[in-house]
């Protein structure tokens, strides 16, 4: 991008304030500038959640470089693999060859073979209207010990229709086999992290011996067929909604979307409607008179009073927040989307508490925070907000005078704050303890500087990494 010496950068374009701002895109489209913060992961990243697999991609070498890296850089090179597609593969018109014969090379050559392939075909698949049926029957003949997953690497679908993410968050579970339902186990679908032993769906699921399994802790083959054993599925990612829906169609199961949220009255009716569906998916379920407690029977969760929990967990957090604003105080506080799926929700919250709360990053606005976004061009029209992808956000200043508490890897970059909450996509926090965890996390980032330009290049958050 070409800089004009001397004078500054004008920020139209790239910031504006809430009062400002369009909903849903408050930035125009356009030429776009990818910033070094690469903690949130990608589709290498959730491929590798599934075990006894390996991912082969056919594209161009220019798109390959990518998902290489990211395989080597999470040291798992070993499960990955690829096949070149050349410039004369598309003059020839035999891309569908080209894919067959370059992932039957692969598997020839792989002394040990795996249970699934995560097949990732790209772009140039769908412009040259590969018969990709015709490719999956084939390798599916070649090797019927092998499970073949139709994944997508295909960017040019990034915002219309189903994205890659999306798509591969439903691809993961659809080798699952249906089996026999077990009461006592709730499946949790499509996140890239195990929710916190500490947040409230765990423990009141443990309050009345159920099991909450996960992708995330699942080593073998049949501990990832077990997932399939669930009595009901709940997604919390909001990427994830539409892959566990197509599995609870499939395998004929209740599903709950459980987004994860800072609004109390949010989280409390999201917990009233699981204890609901948990309640009518046992027998022998024994309730009070207000049919607000699940008591301890045989085959019953063991909830206590729901309005109670909700008493006993606000003040908790009112609690947190209150220390947390205490050591804080009037310290501008930036956050951004990267850090949680619901920024202004988060915003919300701190600002309704007394935080500093001065920008936010974000590129475009969820449809689940309308009423958030409503909230703060009311009651906060000032807000800063600033694009992460704008190209200005390439040249504009990142250094700012005083100290910023950050929220995020990304509002940590563009500040260049060292005091920030490293963590991405919602991390493990859900429900009134994903708000006091994070009361917590920015006591801890405002006490103790950390290495900004180290961390934040490192892919995949919470993947073990060679760099």
Not at 78 to 96: A, H, K, P, T, W
Not at 294 to 319: A, G, H, K, P
Request: hydrophobic share 40%; charged share 25%.
């Amino acid at each position: 991008m070409l800089k004009r010496v001397g004078g500054e950068i004008n920020p139209e374009g790239a910031v504006t304030t809430i009062d400002e701002a369009e909903f849903p895109v408050p930035f125009p489209p356009g030429l776009e500038f990818n910033s070094p913060v690469h903690g949130n992961w990608n589709i290498v990243h959730t491929g590798m959640l599934m075990p006894e697999a390996i991912q082969i991609y056919v594209c161009a070498d220019n798109c390959m470089r990518g998902v290489v890296l990211t395989a080597a850089e999470m040291n798992a090179a070993d499960r990955f693999s690829f096949v070149i597609v050349e410039e004369e593969n598309l003059l020839n018109g035999n891309l569908e060859d080209v894919t067959i014969e370059g992932v039957t090379d692969v598997l020839n050559k792989t002394e040990k073979k795996p249970k699934v392939v995560l097949l990732f075909t790209v772009c140039l698949h769908h412009f040259l209207g590969c018969d990709l049926d015709r490719v999956y029957e084939e390798l599916e003949n070649r090797f019927p010990e092998i499970i073949f997953v139709r994944c997508f690497m295909d960017p040019i679908m990034q915002k219309h229709g189903l994205t890659p993410d999306q798509k591969l968050r439903k691809a993961l579970y659809d080798p699952l086999e249906k089996r026999s339902s077990d009461e006592k186990v709730v499946t949790l679908v499509g996140n890239d992290f195990a929710l916190d032993e500490t947040c409230d769906i765990k423990r009141l699921l443990r309050s009345g011996g159920y099991t909450l399994k996960e992708l995330t802790a699942c080593t073998n083959w049949e501990e990832y067929q077990e997932l399939g054993s669930g009595k009901m599925l709940i997604s919390c990612y909001p990427p994830a909604k539409y892959g566990a829906e197509m599995l609870a169609e499939r395998l004929q199961r209740t599903h709950l979307y459980l987004p994860g949220s800072f609004d109390y009255e949010e989280i409390k009716e999201e917990i009233r409607t699981f204890a609901e569906a948990v309640k009518n998916s046992v027998s022998n379920v024994e309730k009070n008179d207000k049919g607000a407690i699940l008591r301890n029977t045989e085959n019953s969760m063991s909830f206590e009073d729901l309005e109670v929990f909700f008493q006993q967990e606000i003040v908790l957090c009112e609690d947190a927040l209150k220390h947390a604003k205490s050591i804080i105080g009037d310290t501008p506080v930036a956050l951004d989307y990267l850090y949680h799926p619901r920024p202004l929700g988060l915003a919300k919250l701190l600002l309704t508490h007394d935080f500093n709360v001065t920008t936010i990053y974000l590129d475009s606005i969820s449809a689940e925070e309308k009423e958030a976004f409503d909230w703060l061009k009311t009651y906060c029209p000032n807000l800063e907000l600033r694009a992460t992808i704008h190209p200005k956000m390439r040249v504009l200043p990142r250094e700012n005078e005083g100290k910023i508490l950050a929220i995020g890897q990304k509002a940590a970059w563009f500040t260049g704050s060292r005091n920030f909450v490293n963590m991405v996509q919602g991390g493990g926090l859900w429900g009134f303890d994903g708000i006091r965890r994070t009361a917590e996390m920015m006591t801890e980032a405002f006490l103790e500087e950390k290495d900004t330009e180290d961390l934040v290049v490192r892919k995949g958050w919470g993947c073990e990494s060679c760099i």
